[in-house]
């Protein structure tokens, strides 16, 4: 994983500086505000995080959380795709978390419809560093993305992508109430094993994201991401996405809508594209 060694020292060093501006307030740890039980939900991704991107948190051993989130791309008004991402989320310890996601996918182009599964992925976290008054929340990702993909149009990998990522995420003061402030960066090495799988490649992702709350007693947040997928080859997945929505986080219950831009950067395609996103789950 050329891509990921080239990449992590940088990271180590934007998590450090992120350090700089962790809060001094005694009190100000994971036990705060956003280390509460609603802001431990489930991303895209299958693990806590976001809409999208993953973050440092992780469940209490124990907890669970399962969602759902509907991803609809109008495809500039000419075609249509639908992408719903089923995810679940285990504490199998307070420090490492489970995470599970496989996406059921729909799609019209140019007269022609398409359905079935994609891909799926299983997660590992672990969150080494809990949040002090000098360093933020500091966690590891590994995992594999499947071939579970029931249409050859679905596919992403065919034997199976190696996932490793490294995550931050930290607090500080915003006015009368705390800013989240996070990063991960993720690299992906898809049929490390296979010589002639057509979708061989390596490539990196690097997102961050905020979230602040807009209610009394913090359960409504909004929340912004970018995204950016490099170095990636064999599909055209190569660009950077930014979402902005609101997420209503309880315990036993969240929902969310975003809107979402990607502005793409491949060889089969150049431009940009607009999905609307929905988000349900429940814990447990």
């Known amino acids: ?3 990921f060694l080239k990449i992590i020292g940088c990271l180590v060093g934007i998590i450090a500086s992120m350090s700089l501006l962790a809060a001094e307030e005694d009190g100000f740890t994971r036990d705060g505000y956003l280390g509460a039980d609603a802001h431990r939900l489930p991303s895209t991704e299958g693990t806590t995080g976001l809409f999208l991107m993953t973050t440092a948190y992780t469940l209490d051993a124990g907890e669970a959380r399962i969602g759902g989130t509907i991803l609809y791309n109008d495809l500039n008004g000419a075609d249509e795709r639908i992408t719903i991402p089923a ?3 285990l504490g199998i310890t307070d420090r490492f978390e489970l995470g599970a996601m496989i996406p059921t996918l729909e799609e019209n182009i140019s007269g022609t419809s398409n359905s079935g ?8 976290k672990y969150r080494f560093h809990s949040q002090s008054e000098s360093f933020p ?5 590994g995992g594999v993305q499947l071939p579970t993909a029931s249409e050859t149009q679905f596919e992403e990998v065919e034997d199976f992508a190696l996932i490793m990522g490294v995550l931050g995420s930290f607090e500080v003061p915003f006015f009368q109430s ?5 990063v991960e960066f993720k690299g992906v090495n898809i049929d ?3 010589d002639t799988s057509i979708y061989q490649d390596d490539y990196n992702l690097l997102a961050f994201g905020l979230n602040l709350p807009v209610s009394d007693g913090g359960r409504l947040n909004f929340i912004a991401e970018s995204r950016t997928i490099n170095d990636k080859n064999v599909l055209a997945d190569n660009g950077t996405t930014v979402l902005a929505g609101f997420r209503y986080m309880f315990k036993y219950f969240n929902a969310g809508f975003a809107l979402m831009k990607t502005d793409s950067d491949s060889p089969s395609f150049t431009g940009s594209e607009r999905e609307f996103v929905f988000t349900v789950g429940l814990g447990f």
Do not use: Q
């Not at 929340?137 to 990702?141: I, K, T, Y």
């Open 1 to 3: 994983m050329k891509t």
């Open 87 to 89: 995810t679940f989320t």
């Open 117 to 124: 599964t994609g891909d799926g992925t299983v997660l590992l």
């Open 137 to 141: 929340e500091v966690a590891l990702m």
């Open 178 to 182: 705390v800013l989240g402030i996070h």
């Open 192 to 194: 490390p094993r296979s």
